[in-house]
């Protein structure tokens, strides 16, 4: 394992000051322009330099004028936020810590695979969601992510692998996105869906759809028109077959029980044998991981072009579940394989640097929470804000 702590870079007020042109769509790129006395067809050259070339220096960008260029540095920044950590595995997954401009942080991890490399963003800074297994459910801070942060987050990635210009193929080292980093996608749809159109826009990183799968615990009413705008693959952590057990370990089973969910799934447009939804199904021993179970899971998504992703849950300091025998999840996917499913079982990726969602930041968490405690004690007020949202 390599790590590096990532200086904290000088601070420049001016520069912090001027708004972040990544993350505005090419209509807002317009106005922003416009706001210069730019004509539109401009916000085509600068897309192209911000999200094909990557440029983050407005003076290395050739093809403008020179005078347009020292105008959009007195007035723009294209900033990535600020790499308070970076860690690369013995496997090669590499996971990063990011800090916006707020404070708030949020992580990336990149997850090298045979012959391409998934970008696995997060959408939001914790979750409002407690799902029992999930490390990211038990932190405070919670606020949606803006359409910048995630559409950076893909392109800080881009930044660590030299992946630029954008490549027409998808990408050499990073060919997919998944959105199954922290927090729920479909609870910030606006800015998931903002990111995402950028993501996708062929002038600029040009990701294809069929590229980008998006992860949601099952918020019924958003699915549909996910489908619908974006068209990406879709996930659904179902982790159970009966709602009393979802009920118990994913309380927005409450609010959208198994049969709204698989109606949901499917009515998800563009569905067929060949773009199947994906089930991922999290292996805790004694809960969810008999045949009877497997079974279950069987008659639950018929009708439904389904695969399953056997994920073997990944214990944190203070859960209650233990990860199934490993004997009883090869047979829980010996099952599925031979009702004719594709049910791969997830490798563990990065143990050594605790790559799985949620846990990098809580480290920072964790040593965040023992220095208030300390100031508590300390009879310091705490400074600290938590802005947690409604729950489910
Ligand atoms: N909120 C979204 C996306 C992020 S979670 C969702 O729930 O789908 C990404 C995946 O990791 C989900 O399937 C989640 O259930 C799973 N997961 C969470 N904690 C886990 C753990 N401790 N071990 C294994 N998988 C976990
Ligand atoms: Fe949130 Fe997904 Fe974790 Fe549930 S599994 S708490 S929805 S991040």
Same mark, same amino acid.
């Given at each position: ?18 708004? #972040? ?13 416009? !706001? ?94 407690? =799902?029992?297994? =999930? /490390? ?17 987050? +893909? ?10 210009? !954008? ?23 606006? #800015? ?15 990701? !294809? &759809? ?13 699915? &549909? ?13 179902? /982790? ?8 118990? *370990?994913?309380?927005?089973? &409450? ?23 994906t089930?991922e ?27 399953f992703n056997l994920i073997? +849950? ?8 233990? =990860? ?12 599925? +394989? ?6 791969p079982?997830r ?5 050594? *640097? ?7 930041? !809580? ?30």
């Amino acid at each position: 394992m390599n790590s590096t702590i990532a200086p904290e870079k000088a601070s420049d007020a001016t520069a912090s000051e001027r708004p #972040n042109l990544i993350g505005l769509s090419r209509q807002e790129l317009i106005e922003a322009l416009a !706001s210069l006395g730019e004509k539109p067809f401009r916000a085509k050259q600068l897309w192209h330099w911000l999200y094909h070339q990557g440029e983050t220096d407005f003076a290395k960008m050739t093809t403008l004028a020179k005078d347009l260029r020292v105008k959009l540095q007195d007035h723009f920044v294209a900033q990535r936020p600020t790499i308070t950590r970076e860690q690369t595995s013995s496997d090669g997954t590499r996971k990063w810590l990011l800090k916006f401009p707020d404070g708030n942080e949020a992580e990336t991890v990149y997850i090298p695979e045979e012959d391409r490399g998934s970008v696995c963003v997060s959408s939001q800074v914790g979750c409002t969601l407690t =799902c029992k297994f =999930c /490390h990211t459910g038990t932190q405070l801070l919670v606020r949606n992510l803006m359409a910048a942060e995630i559409v950076s987050q +893909f392109m800080v990635a881009r930044d660590s692998y030299g992946e630029w210009p !954008s490549p027409m193929d998808g990408g050499r080292m990073i060919s997919n996105i998944v959105l199954m980093g922290m927090g729920e996608p479909l609870f910030n749809y606006d #800015n998931v869906a903002k990111a995402l159109k950028i993501i996708m826009d062929g002038e600029g990183i040009s990701v !294809s &759809k069929r590229r980008i799968t998006l992860s949601t615990s099952g918020v019924v009413p958003e699915m &549909k028109r996910c489908g619908e705008e974006l068209g990406v693959n879709l996930a659904v952590s179902l /982790h159970a077959v009966t709602d009393e057990v979802r009920d118990r *370990i994913m309380p927005i089973n &409450k609010k959208y029980p198994i049969k709204e969910l698989m109606q949901a799934c499917r009515d998800y447009p563009g569905m067929s044998n060949a773009r199947r939804i994906t089930f991922e199904y999290v292996m805790l021993k004694g809960i969810n991981d008999s045949l009877a179970d497997a079974r279950e899971l069987i008659r639950i998504t018929k009708g439904i072009p389904a695969k399953f992703n056997l994920i073997p +849950f990944n214990k944190w300091p203070g859960s209650d579940f233990e =990860c199934s025998d490993w004997d009883d999840i090869r047979k829980f996917s010996d099952f599925l +394989f031979e009702q004719g499913y594709s049910a791969p079982i997830r490798m563990p990726r990065g143990r050594d *640097i605790l790559a799985a969602c949620g846990q990098l930041k !809580s480290d920072s968490e964790r040593a965040r929470l023992t220095r208030m405690a300390e100031r508590i004690k300390a009879g310091i007020p705490d400074d600290e804000h938590h802005k947690p949202q409604p729950a489910v």
